[in-house]
């Protein structure tokens, strides 16, 4: 296996529908997906952009904090049913998760930022 463009797209030819994926390129413009993307690996963007000598008031840093926030808000649901953890997530992480994209989709950066940001 490589991480040819040509492997995803082999791979998944007869599929269609939701791939949760890393982000990597190769996934994109696969027909019938529709790309989801994995919070971790956004997070982990946003830790990459941190300048060597941060302050909590850099952008990649509240990148970062906003996700943690997301992660311990879910883990706090985790001994949920699915049914009760489903409805939480609708009520309570899907506003933070969209506040969380709005505010990316305000930003505008280039480097490290950019590629976190989008």
């Known amino acids: 296996p490589s991480r040819s463009g040509s492997v995803p797209r082999d791979f998944l030819e007869e599929y269609t529908g939701y791939l949760h994926s890393d982000g990597f390129s190769g996934y994109n413009n696969l027909p ?24 909590s008031k850099s952008v990649a840093h509240k990148g970062v904090t906003l996700c943690n926030e997301l992660f311990v808000l879910d883990k706090s649901l985790k001994d ?10 609708l ?20 480097g490290k930022l950019g590629t976190a940001i989008n």
């Open 32 to 55: 019938g997906m529709t790309m989801i993307a994995c919070l971790a690996h956004i997070r982990r963007k946003f830790y990459d952009a941190r300048p060597k000598n941060y302050s």
């Open 80 to 89: 949920l049913s699915v049914s009760e953890r489903y409805d939480q997530r």
């Open 91 to 110: 009520e309570l992480v899907k506003p933070k998760l969209e506040a969380f994209f709005d505010w990316c989709e305000s930003l505008t950066a280039h």
